[in-house]
């Protein structure tokens, strides 16, 4: 069986060695006589594995002690509400800085629970650059200011991070976790669902500076509850125990390869072999301001949008999948996550060439 290199958005690849590792384990893990999927999560084999987890989580990210780490459920989507319920209860005000669709349904979401304002929009060229916002631009007297780092369908990432002074700093990082080291200090949380770089779906980090806990509305769901979840270490219910697993076993492949350091050397290099090639010709245009490029999406069109869906197609054919763009931009969008070797971004750079010489536009 062949495996194909898959550019998808997410759910996307998984590194072959943790897959391996987890298919010679599925049905009997360790000593225990069971599957990981079949084990209590209040189990001593159990309990090694999510605090393992979390604690290499720790190392790899250099997580500070003053900083709680969650394995909740429910995606990122479900943080849009619970950052609310559990921080926007001072003044009960905050901005956001709209930089593409996630942040902007964080905000839609964000708007039914307090006076929530877009601080700054690159909606004005369809999302193609991040805002530069300075400490001035904030009101003084917000809850927090929330950021998308790095947003998935446009391609862009954060060239640096707001300053936002005293108030807190909301990251989604659902599309670059651990794809380069952060100063995590800089933030007051970082969020991310785990299935574009981490694990499969159905893990969501939620990375929380202890002194932001204790805050949440008296109406907050318990399972919105960031303390109630730190104090029960994540397991004031059943978490989400499989992707949990896999997550670990993703930390230590990024451990035994040189954790994250090595990693943003290695996602530059594939990320370069895309955009130099790129830069070099005018048959493909690459969308995105070049200060704000994403390592992780790279997007590109050709300008025609019927040569665009046969690059896709065509590509898929030649074991490139899951490469057409959003449909708000268009063309492709090729994700380059952790697990993407650089051959299939170097034989992708490859196909391009090919087709662009077949396909010669009228
Ligand atoms: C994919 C994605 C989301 C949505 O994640 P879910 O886990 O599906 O809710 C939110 N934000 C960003 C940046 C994403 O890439």
């Given amino acids: 069986m062949n495996r194909v290199y898959n ?25 225990s006589g069971m599957s990981v999927m079949e084990m209590s ?41 619970s950052v609310c319920y559990n921080l926007l209860t001072g003044t009960g005000k905050a901005d956001y800085i ?4 996630f942040s902007k349904k964080a905000y839609q979401e964000a708007k039914k629970y307090g006076d929530v304002r877009v601080v700054a929009s690159s909606e004005d060229k369809n999302n193609s650059y991040v805002p530069t916002v300075s400490r001035e631009d904030f009101r003084p007297d917000i809850d927090y200011v929330h950021i998308c780092y790095n947003n998935t369908i446009y391609g862009t990432k954060f060239p640096y991070i707001p300053d936002t002074g005293d108030v807190p ?59 109630l979840m ?11 125990c499989y992707p949990i697993y896999i997550a670990g076993l993703v930390f230590k ?20 072999t895309l955009y130099d090639y790129l830069d070099s010709q005018s048959y493909y ?16 069109v050709t300008g025609d949008p019927d040569l665009d869906k046969k ?25 380059i996550y952790n697990a993407m070797p650089i051959e299939g971004v170097e034989k992708l750079v490859a196909f391009m060439k090919a087709f662009a010489e077949a396909n010669p536009k009228k």
Wanted: net charge neutral.
């Fill in 98 to 101: 709209v930089s593409g669709q």
């Fill in 253 to 272: 492949w990024l451990l035994a390869n040189g954790g994250l350091e090595a990693m943003k050397a290695y996602n530059d290099k594939k990320a370069a």
């Fill in 169 to 227: 700093l909301v990251a989604d990082m659902s599309s670059c976790i651990l794809s380069e080291p952060v100063d995590v200090t800089k933030f007051g949380v970082i969020y991310a669902g785990a299935q574009k770089n981490v694990a499969p779906a159905g893990l969501t980090i939620v990375i929380v500076r202890e002194d932001l806990l204790g805050r949440c509305r008296p109406d907050t769901p318990a399972m919105f509850d960031w303390k």
């Fill in 311 to 335: 690059f896709a197609s065509e590509a898929a054919k030649a074991g490139f999948k899951n490469i057409k763009g959003h449909r708000s931009v268009g063309g492709m969008r090729a994700s």
């Fill in 7 to 31: 550019f998808s958005a997410g759910p996307s690849m998984l590194p072959l060695s943790v897959l391996e590792t987890a298919a010679s384990e599925l049905i009997c893990y360790g000593e």
């Fill in 230 to 240: 730190a104090d029960n270490d994540s397991m004031y219910n059943t978490p989400p």
């Fill in 285 to 300: 245009v690459a969308p995105v301001e070049k200060a704000s490029r994403s390592i992780m999406n790279v997007t590109f």
């Fill in 41 to 81: 999560h209040r189990s001593p084999d159990y309990e090694a594995i999510i605090f393992e987890a979390r604690d290499n989580l720790r190392k790899l990210m250099n997580i500070p002690d003053n900083y709680k780490i969650l394995f909740l459920q429910g995606g990122a989507s479900t943080q849009f509400a």
